[in-house]
């Protein structure tokens, strides 16, 4: 669960990580030389049912969900003109999971924009065009290589070399077509025949609008209940006033959001939103010892969680008490819920719901 931010320089992306991770690494620092910083920060997912839960069971540990944020600096793309990504930049971006990226709308003319006016659109659609170039070199080197293995008898299975010329052909397609390949349907065999490839247009996208204080709105379109199923979606945050409330003594910051009738950080909802993009949900373990939040994708059936937990688990999965965050909570606890028939024995192909609270059986 490794979210990697990007954008132009002087996007403030550096200050939207500080505001995320109550962090304190520099901004408006430029790398020379063709070099690149990397800042990473492991964040707990906001979520009040674990406080609830929490509040419930009185345990000596409460532990929430967690998102990696990389703060990846040194991105000095042209807008005007696409060029490949190099080296260890390109390497480090492969690796995220998803890409937060920072676009730019606050005014100050104390941090100029490269490219002199603030033109959100732009910036956005230049930063979509590099990565897809990227992509679009990829799967051409790919398919070359695939069909001169298959001309001069390389290929040790022709059948599947054949698919998989034929996969990265509709890729090409798309590509060519302006496209991100995150909006292609494919079929879980396509899945996992890209799985190691790195293409950075299949990685879900957040795109952060970067407010000024006085900025209320998004200039372009704000999040819609569909986009994180798409593996897109946009939000918009007031990134320098964010990070000066994270930076804040954790009292001075009540204190301030009391004053103002502010009822969270705005950065809280933009971790859920990372977290939602991926294609996550949490469900829940309890007792006297941890409350704790884990992490599964969505779709994970009863054993895949059960390995979230210790991969003994799985192996040795025999059944799952399951009962849902609502009732639980409803009821006041759990013998409540097993006296009402909210608590219930699950099987191997029960699918987790997002809010499930679990106690998992299993044999050593």
Known sequence: MR?????????????????????????????????????????????????????????????????????????????????????????ELRQMDGLLHVVRVFEDSTVPHPLGLI????????????????????????????????RKGAAKDKAQAQKDIELFEKLHAHLQADKPLREMNLSPDEERGLSGHGLLTRKPMLILWNLGESQKETPLRESNPDSARRGYGTAGIQGKLEMEIAQMPEEEMRTFLSEYGIAEPGLNRV???????????????????????????????????????????????????????????????????????????????YPVRDGDVLNIRFAN
């Open 271 to 349: 971790i859920r939103l990372s977290y939602d993009l991926l294609g996550l949900l949490s469900f829940f373990t309890v007792g006297e010892d941890e409350v704790r939040a884990w992490t599964v994708r969505r779709g994970a059936l009863a054993p895949e969680a059960a390995g979230a937990i210790h991969t003994d688990m799985q192996k040795g999965f025999i059944r799952a008490e399951v009962v849902h965050y609502d009732d639980l909570t409803a009821l006041g606890g759990l013998a409540e819920a097993r006296t009402k028939g909210k608590l219930r024995l699950e099987g191997k192909e």
């Open 119 to 150: 033109d959100p659109a732009r910036d956005a659609a230049a930063m979509d065009g590099e990565l897809l170039i990227n992509d679009l070199i990829t799967v051409e080197r790919k398919l070359e290589r695939l069909q001169d293995d298959l």
């Open 3 to 91: 979210l990697g931010i990007i954008g132009l320089p002087q996007s403030g992306k550096t200050t939207v990580f500080n505001a995320l991770t109550r962090g304190h690494a520099p901004t408006g620092t430029m790398i020379g030389g063709g070099r690149f910083e990397v800042h990473t920060a492991v964040v707990p997912v906001p979520d009040p049912r674990v406080d609830a839960l929490s509040a419930l069971f009185h345990p000596r540990k409460t532990i929430y969900a967690q998102v990696t944020y990389s703060d990846i600096a040194g991105i000095e793309s042209n807008p005007t003109t696409r060029g490949e990504l190099k080296g260890s930049l390109l390497a």
